[in-house]
């Protein structure tokens, strides 16, 4: 169905506010794949330590302490994951380099 929209936006004829529509649609469609995908993940027990701390990694080397407490560590809990020795290091790693940024 993207590939439809991706198709059909490219359409000279087609009205700004239909593509508009295509787009959100395939926004929607994207997201509830993946979804999808990340919840047969979930329930074969694929999500591990690993990613999630691969999760932690990309926010604490972006700086953003915020999006750590509120995103990606509810998830450890929620799985049932325990937090190791590499979350805690990219959690105060990522908080010395805002100190030293003095933010």
Not at 1 to 24: G, L, N, P, R, W
Not at 69 to 76: M, Q
């Amino acid at each position: 169905m993207i590939k439809i929209y991706a198709t059909a936006v490219k359409q000279d004829y087609v009205k700004d506010s239909t593509k508009e529509i295509y787009i959100k649609d395939s926004w929607i469609l994207g997201f509830l794949t993946i979804y999808n995908i990340v919840q047969q993940a979930i329930e074969n027990g694929q999500i591990s330590v690993n990613i999630l701390n691969s999760l932690t990694s990309v926010y604490a080397n972006s700086l953003m302490p915020d999006h750590i407490s509120g995103l990606v560590l509810p998830l450890y809990d929620k799985l049932n994951i325990k937090r190791d020795v590499y979350t805690y290091q990219f959690i105060i790693e990522m908080f010395f380099k805002l100190k030293d940024l003095g933010t």
